[in-house]
């Protein structure tokens, strides 16, 4: 593994232990040259995923970007890391076995508004404004009431 910080092309293991309750492996490494310690992650991969973008353009799927649009939309909300790990790996572990190595981008905000909603509602709400383009107020009151989100007697 190459040194983020030297760029030299070896570094060494100091410690590797399980994370994300078994889904990846977590490495402490030493760079020989600079010293620069850091960590890596090992996950398993099933398939190289390419997502069709609504353009037409298609892109390799990127765990990472899955994981910034769920921290942007969870935003100064109480939610525990270790949730939201794991709502991310059942998301990718459910894009690889759906058995396509092709698949329409909006699979991917399909799953992410269902897992979402099953976190926290206001997340939620946060996602779907960006997803469904949400332009107006009467979009965020229109989809509130579709969601059965707008009363919160019920």
């Known amino acids: 593994m190459r040194c983020p910080f030297c760029g030299h092309d070896e570094s060494q293991?100091?410690?590797?232990?399980?994370?994300e309750d078994g889904a990846a492996i977590r490495?402490?490494?030493?760079c020989p040259s600079c010293e620069g310690r850091f960590t890596t992650f090992?996950?398993?991969?099933?398939r190289e995923l390419t997502i069709l973008k609504r353009s037409g353009r298609r892109t390799p799927f990127d765990r990472d970007?899955?994981?910034?649009?769920?921290?942007?939309?969870?935003?100064?909300?109480?939610i525990e890391p270790?949730?939201?790990?794991?709502?991310?790996?059942?998301?990718?572990?459910?894009?690889e076995s759906m058995g396509e190595t092709e698949?329409?981008?909006s699979t991917i905000g399909e799953l992410m508004m269902k897992h979402l909603k099953q976190l926290d509602d206001v997340a939620y709400v946060r996602y779907?404004?960006?997803?469904?383009?949400?332009?107006?107020?009467?979009?965020f009151a229109r989809f509130l009431g579709e969601e059965g989100l707008s009363d919160p007697s019920e």
């Open 42 to 46: 090992e996950r398993v991969q099933l």
């Open 103 to 105: 698949l329409p981008s």
């Open 27 to 30: 490495r402490r490494r030493m």
């Open 128 to 139: 779907a404004s960006v997803y469904r383009d949400f332009r107006e107020t009467e979009d």
């Open 13 to 19: 293991v100091k410690d590797s232990r399980p994370s």
């Open 65 to 78: 970007k899955l994981a910034r649009s769920v921290a942007i939309a969870i935003r100064k909300r109480p």
């Open 82 to 95: 270790d949730r939201v790990e794991r709502m991310i790996s059942a998301i990718v572990r459910q894009l």
